[in-house]
């Protein structure tokens, strides 16, 4: 039994990276003490197994770090940013804003993702990654709340919450690895055009309930 095995990595291995945008090399920047610890660290000790199985028993592994992904079937009470704000823009409730908002995530639609991971486990067995998935198109929280105010036609207003401990203040992958290594794979779907087929979703699950 020669199966593919593939670990769904996270770009939390990269912390609050000193490094923008982050590419494969950067080891990180990541609290092992903080609130965010287990999850980050947790994924940072699973790309370790990984490698060390690879190492000793020729494992044919695969490791994806996904970046911030999103689309529909997101659940509406996950607490993502992208399901918190067209939930609260649907409902006309007041959009949170953790912090001032001008921390940047990048946010790729999940068949783009998805379409990337296939064709990891396609390639051949001497490709393992780590490679970055995810979207370079880089917003603040502001940004993207003010975008999904004006895709929803809301009349919510921004509201300004606590920040997390140690939320990453930047995100954005360096894709270029994943362009040369996935024959030429590039997200296809901007943020405005994955924003409305996901509000689209929320709004037939609300309407639902
Ligand atoms: N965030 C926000 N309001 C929310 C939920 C999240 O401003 O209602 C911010 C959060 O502080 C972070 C960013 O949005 O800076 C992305 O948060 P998410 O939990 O979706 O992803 P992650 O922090 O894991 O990248």
């Known amino acids: 039994m020669r199966a593919r095995i593939l670990q769904a990595s996270t770009s939390e291995v990269y912390g609050d990276p000193e490094v923008h945008p982050q590419a494969e090399s950067y080891w990180g920047r990541v609290n092992p003490i903080g609130t965010r610890s287990c999850y980050d660290e947790g994924k940072r000790c699973a790309e ?83 490679v970055n998935i995810g979207n370079p198109g880089e917003f603040t929280m502001i940004e993207l709340a003010e975008q999904v105010i004006s895709l929803t036609g809301s009349k919510s207003r921004l509201v300004h919450l606590p920040l997390p401990a140690d939320d990453p203040k930047q995100r954005r992958p360096d ?34 309930r």
């Open 48 to 130: 370790t197994l990984f490698f060390d199985y690879l190492r000793q028993h020729k494992l044919r592994i695969k490791v994806v770090r996904i970046f911030n992904t999103y689309g529909p079937r997101m659940h509406p009470n996950d607490g993502r940013v992208v399901s918190n704000f067209i939930v609260q823009a649907l409902k006309g409730e007041d959009i949170t804003i953790y912090g001032d908002g001008r921390q940047t995530r990048s946010f790729c639609y999940v068949d783009d993702l998805i379409e990337a991971m296939n064709r990891t486990m396609e390639t051949a067995d001497d490709f393992t990654g780590p």
């Open 175 to 208: 894709i270029a690895l994943a362009k040369s290594a996935l024959g030429g794979w590039e997200p296809k779907v901007p943020l405005a055009e994955g924003l409305n087929k996901t509000i689209a979703y929320f709004d037939q699950l609300l309407s639902e």
